[in-house]
């Protein structure tokens, strides 16, 4: 499948300054899913990403299955990690169907990506089975650093894109308020809203710090309780 997707993939090949917030928050969310989602058996992941995520769902989930749209991404996930027991499908997220249904379906990260993401949520909601639970993380354009940096004159929106986001292939950035109402729209209704990351300062300021690890879990486990300044936004979703 030849698609502009790889064209991004540059961006996951860990040798850009924002790898450190991406460790961060790709390490911690999945396991707050673990936490929410308890002992279920299927789970549907939307995204390969930077990988991080795939080892921590597999080890807990017997039945995992990853959409990735990229050729490019998914070879170097697979050269990164040759053992994965996931099962990896090549396809876009807008056509991809099945008969199956999963007790847990993830989009990390992925709804600021996506020409459509109404489309999505809603397409991925007849995905789950009885019961099922959809965990959707995503940028928070109030997070703390960037409200102070439009205080201080040096961001005119925080809801502007950076250099960084369009390498990425990012398209929107995400408040709680917005992300409410789209997960409404596709309805659905979100059970739990926590934060992922209180990130207090720009990336190349929290790197010239120094800070100890314990010093940025402290700064997730914080977070939990405030999405609207946190990096990104965790949500629980169910259908109505």
Same mark, same amino acid.
């Given at each position: 499948?030849?698609?502009?997707?790889?064209?991004?993939?540059?961006?996951?090949? @860990?040798?850009?300054?924002?790898?450190?917030?991406?460790?961060?928050?790709?390490?911690?969310?999945? #396991?707050?899913?673990?936490? #929410?989602?308890?002992?279920?058996?299927?789970?549907?992941?939307? %995204?390969? $990403?930077?990988?991080?995520?795939?080892?921590?769902? @597999?080890?807990?989930?017997? !039945?995992?299955?990853?959409?990735?749209?990229?050729?490019?991404?998914? &070879?170097?996930?697979? #050269?990164?990690?040759?053992?994965?027991?996931?099962?990896?499908?090549?396809?876009?997220?807008?056509?991809?169907?099945? +008969?199956?249904?999963? /007790?847990?379906?993830?989009? %990390?990260?992925?709804?600021?990506?996506?020409? /459509?993401?109404? #489309?999505?949520? !809603?397409?991925?909601?007849?995905?789950?089975?009885? $019961?099922?639970?959809?965990?959707?993380?995503?940028?928070?354009?109030?997070?703390?650093?960037?409200?102070? $940096?439009?205080?201080? %004159?040096?961001? +005119?929106?925080?809801?502007?894109?950076?250099?960084?986001?369009?390498?990425? %292939?990012?398209?929107?950035?995400?408040?709680?308020?917005?992300?409410?109402?789209?997960?409404?729209?596709?309805?659905?209704?979100?059970?739990?809203?926590?934060?992922?990351?209180?990130?207090?300062?720009?990336? !190349?300021?929290?790197?010239?710090? &120094?800070? /100890?690890?314990?010093?940025?879990?402290?700064?997730?486990?914080?977070?939990?309780?405030?999405?609207?300044?946190?990096?990104?936004?965790?949500?629980?979703?169910?259908?109505?």
């Amino acid at each position: 499948m030849s698609n502009t997707l790889d064209s991004h993939v540059a961006a996951y090949q @860990s040798d850009n300054l924002y790898d450190f917030d991406n460790e961060i928050l790709m390490t911690w969310y999945p #396991q707050r899913i673990l936490h #929410q989602a308890g002992a279920r058996s299927s789970l549907l992941e939307l %995204g390969l $990403g930077h990988g991080h995520t795939v080892d921590i769902f @597999s080890s807990k989930f017997p !039945r995992h299955v990853v959409l990735e749209g990229s050729p490019a991404i998914i &070879q170097n996930f697979r #050269q990164k990690h040759p053992a994965s027991r996931a099962q990896i499908i090549e396809t876009y997220f807008e056509e991809f169907s099945t +008969d199956e249904r999963f /007790d847990v379906i993830v989009m %990390g990260f992925i709804l600021e990506h996506v020409d /459509d993401p109404l #489309q999505i949520l !809603r397409r991925y909601r007849s995905f789950l089975a009885p $019961g099922g639970k959809m965990f959707l993380a995503v940028p928070n354009a109030e997070v703390l650093n960037r409200r102070l $940096g439009h205080l201080a %004159g040096l961001l +005119d929106d925080v809801t502007t894109l950076s250099e960084n986001d369009h390498l990425l %292939g990012h398209k929107r950035y995400y408040t709680v308020s917005s992300l409410r109402a789209e997960v409404t729209k596709a309805d659905c209704e979100i059970d739990r809203l926590e934060g992922i990351y209180l990130k207090p300062f720009t990336t !190349r300021q929290l790197l010239n710090l &120094q800070l /100890d690890r314990k010093i940025i879990d402290g700064l997730c486990a914080v977070g939990i309780d405030y999405p609207e300044l946190s990096c990104g936004i965790l949500a629980e979703v169910s259908a109505k």
